[in-house]
């Protein structure tokens, strides 16, 4: 099929016209490789190699669908019951609210908890989600809230860093931290955010997106099951849109 080096393409034509017909021969028609001859061979080629992949690719694609439409309506069925029955999570895991009734005076037995917001040039929200943090019901000297800031804005990581340290002469333990890459996205800033001397002295960590705005009891509620339950390790709560 190669002539000083290159592919001729009237034998190859003529090659792969053998290879469909059952032939390995590769001589070629006397006049060379008509028009006629290379729709022949592509329409030998999509009939036998391009619509059987796909038709597998459309079964695959069939079978996964099938898979999402089963999956969604076995979340409603359970959604439904769960709501009909009125479960609740106290159900299944023991819950009991911590010792104490004012937060407010502090105590050891509140455990340290790390807050950690994650931002990226979020100008429309830094504000209400910083100040919901810095909010929830909990011993001030037994939270920290860390701001993880990977703005490239200058102007909006200004506001932000100013909206820190006007919570923090309120006197709430509020970390302002930054980096000088954006490896990662939000989830390395959260590892970067781990990484801190002060972050290694909680015993738990909630975490909360930059337009994310949990209620003042958010953690009166949560910690608990942590707390009652040894066994587990992670406390995922329902959001909504306000």
């Given at each position: ?5 290159r ?7 003529s ?11 590769s ?21 036998r190699?391009?619509?059987?992949a ?5 079964w695959?694609?069939?079978v ?5 439409v ?8 359970v959604?439904l019951g769960?709501?009909?029955?009125g479960?609740?999570p ?11 009734d004012d937060e ?5 037995h ?5 807050v ?9 929200v830094y504000?209400l989600?910083i100040?919901a ?8 000297d ?8 990977d ?9 932000v860093?100013l909206?820190?340290?006007s919570?923090a002469?309120k006197?709430?333990?509020?970390k ?9 996205f939000?989830a ?9 001397d002060y ?12 337009d ?7 953690l ?8 009652h ?8 709560a329902?959001?909504?849109f306000g």
């Amino acid at each position: 099929l190669a002539v000083g080096g290159r592919v001729d393409f009237q034998e190859a034509i003529s090659w792969f016209i053998g290879v469909f017909d059952g032939s390995s021969s590769s001589s070629s028609a006397a006049g060379g490789v008509s028009l006629a001859e290379v729709y022949e061979l592509w329409v030998r080629v999509r009939g036998r190699v391009i619509a059987p992949a796909l038709q597998v690719a459309v079964w695959a694609c069939m079978v996964m669908s099938v898979m999402l439409v089963v999956e969604a309506l076995y979340n409603c069925v359970v959604s439904l019951g769960v709501k009909a029955v009125g479960w609740r999570p106290e159900w299944r895991f023991k819950w009991e609210p911590l010792a104490g009734d004012d937060e407010e005076k502090g105590g050891a037995h509140y455990p340290m908890v790390l807050v950690q917001i994650p931002m990226y040039n979020e100008l429309e929200v830094y504000k209400l989600s910083i100040g919901a943090a810095c909010e929830l019901q909990w011993p001030k000297d037994r939270i920290i809230v860390q701001v993880l800031d990977d703005s490239t804005d200058p102007f909006i990581k200004n506001l932000v860093e100013l909206e820190c340290e006007s919570w923090a002469v309120k006197g709430l333990n509020i970390k302002y931290a930054t980096r000088s890459s954006r490896k990662g996205f939000k989830a390395g800033a959260l590892k970067k955010g781990m990484e801190c001397d002060y972050a290694k002295q909680c015993e738990y960590v909630a975490i909360f997106d930059a337009d994310f705005q949990p209620e003042p009891d958010f953690l009166l509620r949560t910690v608990p099951f942590f707390v009652h339950n040894p066994e587990v390790a992670l406390v995922q709560a329902r959001w909504s849109f306000g």
